[in-house]
T-cell receptor, first 109, second 112 residues
Framework: KNEVEQSPQNLTAQEGEFITINCSYS?????LHWLQQHPGGGIVSLFM???GKKKHGRLIATINIQEKHSSLHITASHPRDSAVYIC???????????FGTGTRLTIIP | EPEVTQTPSHQVTQMGQEVILRCVPI?????FYWYRQILGQKVEFLVS????????KSEIFDDQFSVERPDGSNFTLKIRSTKLEDSAMYFC??????????FGPGTRLTVT
């Protein structure tokens, strides 16, 4: 069973700050998702990674397969980035995602 | 951009009643999933569905639950006799390749 840990659980920052959210997992995976969950509850997929790094606008996601670790970075953070960010991993040989507990990000203007 | 849709957005039901949650996946997708999130907890996998049959299910997905793709576009989750502990947000997801999953907006189920 893959254990997915995220840190920090809660993060409050000032607008404009550089944000890093971390995710580690215990068993090798085929892919990792970063998801965003807004206060209304809907989930949006931000990235799917199996190696290296991806960038979309102000968001950057990296993964280190050997260290079983991924990070999500937000540059020039904005209050609209306030949400829960969830890491979810896809294990080899099966189809289900295993989710972390999420990081609640609050950006203060 | 194509998206996964779910109806209703909120369902209130009495304990013991049957509920059907509906999802319309993205049209060319082949793999379909249901997840749930109890308030304040992490998202949990319920079931995956491919080629008109269940491909994997969790221990949560007991005989009270069933899934169906009745008409080639809808994907439904039925809970036969709801319990208080079934109150949760239910998310449908779909994918073409079984890698990147696209999530619906969720249905909030409240069992009273």
């Amino acid at each position: 069973k893959n254990e997915v840990e995220q840190s920090p659980q809660n993060l409050t920052a000032q607008e404009g700050e550089f944000i890093t959210i971390n995710c580690s997992y215990s068993v090798g995976i085929s892919a990792l998702h970063w998801l965003q969950q807004h206060p209304g509850g809907g989930i949006v997929s931000l990235f799917m990674l199996s190696s290296g790094k991806k960038k979309h606008g102000r968001l950057i996601a990296t993964i280190n397969i050997q260290e079983k670790h991924s990070s999500l970075h937000i540059t020039a953070s904005h209050p609209r980035d306030s949400a829960v960010y969830i890491c979810a991993v896809l294990n080899f040989g099966n189809e289900k995602l295993t989710f972390g507990t999420g990081t609640r990000l609050t950006i203060i203007p | 951009e194509p998206e996964v849709t779910q109806t209703p957005s909120h369902q209130v039901t009495q304990m013991g009643q049957e509920v059907i949650l509906r999802c319309v996946p993205i049209s060319n997708h082949l793999y379909f999933y249901w997840y749930r999130q109890i308030l304040g907890q992490k998202v949990e996998f319920l079931v995956s569905f491919y080629n008109n049959e269940i491909s994997e299910k969790s221990e949560i997905f007991d005989d009270q639950f069933s899934v169906e793709r009745p008409d080639g576009s809808n994907f439904t989750l039925k809970i036969r006799s709801t319990k208080l502990e079934d109150s949760a947000m239910y998310f449908c997801a779909s994918t073409y390749t079984s890698y990147e999953q696209y999530f619906g907006p969720g249905t909030r189920l409240t069992v009273t």
